[in-house]
Structures are given as C-alpha cells and as structure tokens.
C-alpha cells in the first residue's frame, strides 16, 4: 500500500541543471527516503499530474511515482527506485498527446510504445516490476526519461520544442508555491 501523507514541493522547470543530467542511483534504504517518496506523491497531486520524478522537484535520485491508468481504465498508484525501462522488440507505436509538470501548460502529440515494463526496488530495496499498457506504459517512459535526463520536449524537432518552452516560459506553473486560478 503506497503512503500519501507528505509535503508538496515546488516542481523543478524546465532548462534547471538537475533535469537535464541522468539522476543518482538509490543506495539508502531508509525513513529519509520514505518521506522523500511521499512528498513525491504529494508535489504530484498538488500539481495535478499522473506521474512525477525526484528531479522534478530538485533531487537527483532515481526514483518516480505514478497514479495513472492503464489501457483497461485500471490504475495504478506506485513508486519504483532505481527503474530499469524494457520495451518490447517489435513495438507497436501510439502517438498520444503528452504534457510535463516541468513544461507546464504545453502539449504535443509523441509517438511512444503501446507496452512497456519496468523493473526496480521499493521502499525496503525488494524487487519489484510493473508492466503497463495504455497510459500506465506512456507514463514509464516518461517518467524514467526524467530519470535519465530528458523531458518530452527532448524528443521534439527543434523548431517545435523551441515554440512550446517560449509559450511554457509565460505559464505561471504548477503545483505548490504557485498562484491557482480558482476559475480553471
């Protein structure tokens, strides 16, 4: 069962230091790391989102949350440190529309695999893996991503990446820390 009492943090932009390097593996299995996890979850709900790294929020470790569908409607609300992404050999591509909490108020249409697994430890470093269609697998590719340094911008022509973080840089942002529009 996941815990969901932590503190929201602010969520790190785009073109800060931490979200463009590949994050640190775990090592520490401990109460420190537990809170961290959930003010994952807590930082990724107060910004509405379905998934959320720890370099989103300024820490260098490798590790994500998600509360995300998978193709059936079923979700799944998990962490996973350390992941390890493995995709399918013969992938069967969707081109889905995909945001960021990092790049907020901007989407764009990506082609990512129907399936994809991960594999990695939880809180007491036990072997865990997920397998996901649907939303749940754009969400682990997503999100390990994050983990090794790119946003989904990254995987955009340069033209277009450029036109969606100038229209991201006038976004006020997401999550705590940022004034809310009660109107939206």
């Known amino acids: 069962m996941e815990r969901h009492a932590g503190t929201p943090r602010p969520i790190t932009r785009y073109g800060t230091p931490v979200l463009h390097h590949r994050c640190t593996p775990v090592t520490v299995f401990d109460d420190a790391l537990a809170a961290l996890v959930d003010d994952m979850f807590a930082s990724m709900y107060a910004a509405n989102g379905v998934g959320l790294a720890a370099n989103q929020i300024g820490v260098d470790a490798r590790i994500f949350v998600v509360d995300c ?3 059936t409607g079923t ?12 995709l399918p050999e013969q992938r069967e591509l969707v081109i889905d529309s995909e945001g ?8 764009a249409d990506l082609a990512r695999s129907a399936t994809a697994a991960v594999t990695g430890v939880d809180l007491h470093g036990e072997p865990i893996r997920l397998d996901g269609t649907g939303t749940l697998a754009r969400c682990f590719q997503h999100e390990v991503d994050h983990l090794d340094g790119l946003a989904y911008v990254d995987r955009l022509p340069i033209k277009q990446r450029k036109q969606i973080l100038i229209a991201s840089a006038e976004h006020p942002g997401v999550g705590v820390g940022v004034e809310q529009d009660s109107t939206l």
């Open 69 to 71: 569908p998978d193709a």
């Open 75 to 86: 979700h799944t609300i998990t962490h996973v440190i350390n992941p390890v992404l493995h």
């Open 100 to 107: 960021c909490l990092s790049v907020p108020g901007q989407h």
